[in-house]
């Protein structure tokens, strides 16, 4: 299963880069971002950034119901994803070790890290889903092209 399909990922990709152009305000462009993922993913509950600060990953602009604050490095999807500096596909977030449950409804998760123009870490992109196995290899290649488009 994917969240979308190429031809509506290839039109999200030019719209976050649309959004992004001329603005340099990284709240206002996640937050912009956040808000175009969510309405435009089928089945998403949560679409929203985590920056790395202080060792830590701390909530920021998103989409959906009220999320966790503070996550550690290593710990749960977006902790995973931030330590190995690699995406994250979770088919059932049930099944992974150390799952941090912001949501009840939430059944899996892609979670993908945003890197700084240095290449170092600037934080995640988490996306969220009330079915279970909703993101797969195609979400990954566009959700981490739609990453790149942030200029950190």
Known sequence: MTATTEDNYQLLLKQAQALVEGENDWIANTANISALLFNSLNNVNFAGVYRYENQE??????????ACVHIQIGKGVCGTAAKEKQTQIVQNVHEFAGHIACDSESNSEIVIPIFKTDGNLWGVFD?????LANFDELDQKYLEEISKVFKF
């Open 57 to 66: 990953l701390i909530l920021g602009p998103f989409q959906g119901k009220p």
């Open 127 to 131: 996306f969220d889903s009330t079915k």
